[in-house]
């Protein structure tokens, strides 16, 4: 064994404090080994297995209440199915959500709930769930709450982005051309 001493001044105190070390034989300490490629594969494997599984889960767990919302839609339990909306969106990625909140957003609209169809179609990722849809749908939601100002605005960006049913509810909402 190896001792140290240390001395420490607190405070116009000496304070000594000895510590003890045991010197580790070269023999008694583990010896390591580098695990062969063909080790680290089978970890690489059974770690994409595991991946795998978690997506199988995932998926099954999301069509679950996709379905589940489905069927209770067209039962007319339409508070239940909005739960079971609400619950696939909290498992969702970020493509799946857009998706949901896109059907979510567009049974608000069918039902003449505008409001709430702009606060679902707000939570669409506009990079990755059809940007020139979103907006028209937008601007319907806007056009039928009578903010045609907003209906014009979203119809731009829709048809910039393409949306060819943008262009002709863009000649009757445009209060330019009136």
């Given at each position: 064994m190896t001792l140290n001493k240390k001395v420490l001044l607190i405070g116009g105190g000496l304070i000594v404090l000895t510590f003890?070390?045991?010197?580790?034989?070269?023999?008694s300490a583990p010896s390591y080994e580098r695990p062969s490629s063909e080790q680290l594969r089978q970890v690489d494997s059974s770690r994409q297995e595991e991946k795998d599984l978690i997506a199988q889960q995932h998926k099954a767990k999301l069509l679950a209440f996709r379905s589940a919302a489905d069927s209770l839609f067209k039962a007319k339990q339409d508070k239940k199915a909005l739960a079971f909306m609400d619950s696939a969106?909290?498992?969702?990625?970020?493509?799946?959500?857009?998706?949901?909140?896109?059907?979510?957003?567009?049974w608000f609209l069918k039902h003449r709930r505008y409001d709430e169809a702009l606060d679902a179609f707000a939570k669409v990722s506009l990079a990755t769930h059809n940007p020139d849809s979103i907006s028209y749908k937008r601007a319907l939601c806007y056009a039928k709450k009578k903010d045609m100002r907003s209906a014009v605005d979203e119809l731009r960006k829709a048809m910039a982005l393409g949306n060819v049913q943008a262009d002709s509810l863009y000649e009757v909402l445009n209060p330019e051309r009136k």
């Open positions: 003890m070390f045991r010197k580790k034989d070269a023999a969106l909290a498992v969702a990625s970020t493509n799946e959500g857009a998706a949901i909140s896109d059907a979510k957003g567009t």
